[in-house]
């Protein structure tokens, strides 16, 4: 019957948003994603989001420009409804000048700050915004004050810049632009020796999930996100 190739990955889709978080992520297969991946945007609303340690609220903050998220008002970071423990996400962004923003994953939402635990792919404007003068491990594609990227630069302020994070348990890869541009294991010699120098030596629930969502982080400036899609790497 023709109805059963339809059927098949539309059934998919909802086993791998089962598989990853319990309810499915907004967009489904109904949003454009790479194959194999589910949107996690849909490129219309907020539906699938909620603003940190506020599940069930209005969203305040953000809006959808263009088929972006855009943070355009003061509101706190913007957390998937969906957990995720291994995966690969990917997604486009672009920061006004000046700008200052991240991806966190493997959010753990709690009565502290959103980065007292989760891990920051940073998002910024390399040229103008002062935190690059902070140290490599600010730039745009860092893992935040650990790991500097090495390889590409982040296109100037008000273009698209394409990032990929691929997490399996310990392990570890930031993209920017089609180049990896930091690999680390979390809880190595590497690791704990620059943990120890840092200010998230002081956090000790800091990394500690394997499993979390994902958030897109207001910093107070504008800063907009689309095509944002991933799939679970689980066994």
Not at 211 to 232: M, P, S
Request: aromatic share 10%.
């Amino acid at each position: 019957m023709p109805t059963i190739p339809v059927l098949r990955p539309i059934c998919a889709a909802l086993v791998m948003c089962v598989l990853a978080s319990g309810a499915a992520p907004a967009g489904g297969r109904d949003a454009a994603a790479p194959e194999g991946f589910i949107a996690l945007f849909d490129g219309r609303s907020t539906q699938g989001w909620h603003l940190y340690g506020r599940r069930g609220q209005p969203v305040a903050g953000w809006s959808v420009r263009d088929g972006a998220l855009l943070r355009s008002g003061a509101g706190g970071d913007l957390v998937s409804d969906a957990r995720f423990g291994d995966f690969e996400l990917r997604l486009e962004w672009k920061i006004a000048p000046g700008g200052n923003s991240g991806v966190f994953y493997r959010v753990r939402e709690d009565d502290a700050p959103i980065y007292h635990s989760a891990l920051e792919y940073q998002v910024l404007d390399d040229r103008r915004h002062p935190d690059a003068r902070n140290g490599a491990d600010r730039l745009a594609g860092a893992l935040y004050g650990l790991y500097p990227p090495a390889g590409a630069a982040a296109r100037p302020a008000g273009q698209w810049n394409a990032a990929r994070i691929v997490a399996r348990g310990d392990r570890v890869e930031h993209w920017l632009n089609g180049v990896r541009v930091a690999a680390f294991e979390i809880g190595s010699q590497d690791w704990n020796a620059r943990l120890a120098r840092s200010k998230f030596k002081d956090w000790p629930g800091f990394a500690g999930a394997r499993r979390g969502a994902i958030a897109l982080q207001d910093h107070g400036d504008e800063v907009a996100y689309r095509n944002i899609a991933i799939r679970a790497l689980d066994r």
